[in-house]
């Protein structure tokens, strides 16, 4: 049974579970499925800015207690509104309103921090591991080095306010990066230091749509469904490879953007 009274606090606005119900209400129509009543609601609340950027969505057994409904429905209009990049789902916390997916430039290279701060937001980064190990053939003929020659590798996750918006799984040529596995990539990033040491000269993107592994999952927050978008991005000092790196995005957080002009 729903109170009047009873209310959730939510990123300082409050939603009272009668006003949930009495919304979802006005918006049956006709021969909808309660589901996507369910996301006319939610996607109504985020439109009219009742819901900004980055709030909490009420939990899924507060929808099944304000409306009377399942858990499975309310699951279910809750992930097809993850999938339409609407709100985002963070496993064992919940779900909130989507931030404004951040872009980068198609064909540019920049510093994700740059970019991050660019657009208002505060930017910090956790650092999975720098380390140097033997480099498997592939990698090692990239390089020009032989299999199991040593290269440094690095894991970087990069946030955008608290929200993870790229996992960066790095190799560097240890000739080019002297010092790198004695930088602090939560000072500044493996970009800005590369910068630095081996000036880009050229860069490579290779860019596709892939679902993240579980371990992938784990660390960006996300479900193993959602679509993430993967750059492949190979970077030359002069005529020098300097690093191979491996960029994923969650598809509902990241876009990439580009500008032609015919003249």
């Not at 499975?72 to 963070?90: D, F, K, P, S, Y």
């Not at 970087?156 to 929200?163: G, S, Y």
């Not at 996992?167 to 500044?188: I, M, N």
């Not at 996300?222 to 030359?236: F, G, M, N, Y």
Request: net charge negative; aromatic share 8%; hydrophobic share 40%.
């Amino acid at each position: 049974m729903v109170r009047d009274h009873e209310a959730r606090a939510v990123n300082g606005v409050v939603v009272e579970a009668a006003d949930l119900a009495r919304r979802y209400a006005q918006g049956a129509s006709g021969s909808a499925p309660a589901y996507q009543r369910v996301k006319d609601l939610v996607t109504e609340q985020i439109m009219s800015g009742r819901w900004r950027e980055g709030d909490a969505l009420p939990s899924e057994s507060r929808f099944v207690e304000a409306l009377g409904l399942s858990r499975m429905t309310i699951n279910r209009a809750l992930r097809e509104l993850a999938a339409q990049g609407l709100i985002r789902r963070v496993m064992g916390v919940g779900s909130f309103v989507a931030l404004h997916k951040g872009s980068s430039a198609l064909v540019e290279v920049h510093n994700i921090a740059d970019e991050v701060r660019g657009r208002g937001h505060r930017y910090h980064a956790q650092v999975l591991f720098v380390r140097e190990e033997a480099a498997e053939q592939e990698t090692g003929e990239r390089f020009g080095l032989g299999e199991w020659a040593r290269v440094f590798h690095s894991q970087v996750v990069h946030f955008e306010d608290e929200v993870a918006i790229q996992l960066e799984d790095r190799y560097v040529h240890p000739d080019f990066a002297p010092g790198y596995l004695e930088q602090d990539f939560t000072r500044r990033t493996p970009f800005t230091f590369l910068s630095e040491v081996a000036p880009l000269g050229k860069g490579e993107h290779v860019v596709e749509a892939v679902l993240p592994s579980s371990e992938e999952c784990g660390i960006l927050g996300v479900a193993p469904s959602e679509p993430c978008l993967l750059i492949q991005r190979r970077t030359w000092s002069g005529d020098a490879l300097v690093s191979i790196a491996r960029l994923l995005h969650p598809g509902s957080r990241y876009r990439l953007k580009g500008t032609f002009d015919s003249r």
